[in-house]
């Protein structure tokens, strides 16, 4: 029996690209084992999956920051370690795929302890930290973006593109009504926050509801927590986290605002959805969404606003500015070939599969 084993998590953007491989191995006939957290997203979104077993494993936190839990995380990643190399034990996959976030770097030392070759996908610019430090123990490292290769050991590094769900080619528009009950025409909105919803976004939507809603019909994908029925009104439909329905609203989205994660904005380019992004600030990060958001807009993809320049001006200039060069920054986007990066990713996780032992 071939044995296949994918961790990642911390967000969805950790887990996405793996819920997007599973399938393939899954055709292939392969037993699919998936190490997480105990209570991540990747627990939600992988959890309930019947042909996969989950593993949930002690995390420490990479903080770039003191906290007295600095204290504690080396020995939850030890303990992580510890676990992780007995389900590697006892599971005997023939490979490991990571795709980043804190809880994979116990995984993939485990792995190495092991002797399990690991291929590592990156998506952002700059390699993530959790990523760097797992560097020294992957077999080969695959990149979104060709920059991001020269961030990482020359020898291991491949520039393959963005790993996108099949799924999401399939979206219905009338599923999509259906949902939102939009019927009049107006041109619609999708606004997405990442994966965990942005509270600025948030409030530049929330707070320009009537002037927006009187041009567009809106989708807001709230985040966990965040979805707020006081606001409810004609023209503005709310959801804190979609799975499944995200292709049909997708299908039925003109124009899209949304913070500039690197999957989700890979995922709007091949759909062709012109797009307003304000990238995540330095302040809170280590600044990686502006080089993706800078990166699009360079190339014709998408407009950007900056957090930091925000207010109610130029928050709507900046959306009738996106609905007035849709079709412009359609047509940029066809140059954009979806390349065949999940069939190079699932090449190369059975050419090391074959090389074990
Ligand atoms: C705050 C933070 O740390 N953000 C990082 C995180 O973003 P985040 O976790 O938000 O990841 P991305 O923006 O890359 O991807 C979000 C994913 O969630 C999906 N989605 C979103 C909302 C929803 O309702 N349903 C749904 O399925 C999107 O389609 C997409 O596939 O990981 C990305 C990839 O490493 C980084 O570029 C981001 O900087």
Do not use: C, W
Request: overall charge neutral; proline content about 3%.
């Amino acid at each position: 029996m071939k044995r296949i084993l994918f961790t990642g998590g911390g967000t969805a953007g950790h887990v996405i690209v793996n819920t997007a491989l599973i399938p393939s191995f899954r055709e292939k006939g392969y037993e699919i084992d998936y190490i997480g957290s105990y209570e991540g997203i990747e627990k939600e979104l992988i959890g309930h999956m019947d042909d996969v077993t989950y593993h949930g494993i002690s995390t420490g936190k990479l903080r770039r920051y003191m906290s007295k839990e600095n204290v504690k995380d080396p020995f939850k990643v030890a303990k992580g370690i510890l676990q992780s190399l007995s389900i590697i034990k006892k599971r005997k996959p023939g490979v490991i795929f990571s795709k980043g976030g804190f809880v994979s770097v116990p995984v993939v030392i485990a792995a190495k302890l092991a002797r399990v070759p690991v291929v590592i996908h990156e998506s952002d610019f700059t390699p993530g930290l959790a990523n760097k430090l797992s560097f020294p123990f992957a077999n080969r490292i695959l990149t979104t973006f060709p920059e991001t290769t020269e961030h990482v050991p020359e020898k291991k590094a491949e520039y393959i593109g963005a790993v996108i769900r099949d799924e999401l080619f399939q979206g219905e528009e009338e599923k999509g009504k259906e949902m939102t009950g939009f019927k009049d025409g107006k041109p619609v909105l999708l606004v997405m926050g990442g994966s965990s919803g942005s509270e600025n976004i948030n409030e530049a939507i929330r707070h320009n509801l009537e002037a927006l809603t009187e041009r567009y019909n809106i989708v807001h994908l709230t985040g966990k927590g965040h979805k707020d029925d006081s606001y409810s009104r004609k023209g503005y439909v709310q959801f804190e986290y979609v799975t499944d329905e995200l292709k049909d609203l997708l299908k039925l989205a003109d124009l899209v605002v949304s913070r500039a994660g690197a999957n989700a904005i890979f995922e709007f380019v091949a759909l062709k959805k012109p797009m307003l992004l304000i990238p995540l600030s330095r302040k809170v990060s280590r600044g990686d969404q502006i080089l993706n958001a800078e990166s699009f807009e360079r190339q014709g993809f998408a407009h950007s606003l900056d957090e930091e320049q925000i207010t109610d001006e130029t928050f709507l200039q900046a959306v009738n500015k996106l609905e007035e060069d849709k079709e412009k920054l359609k047509e940029n986007m066809n140059r954009y070939e979806v390349q065949k990066s999940k069939d190079r990713v699932i090449e190369l996780l059975q050419h090391y599969e074959k090389r074990k032992g």
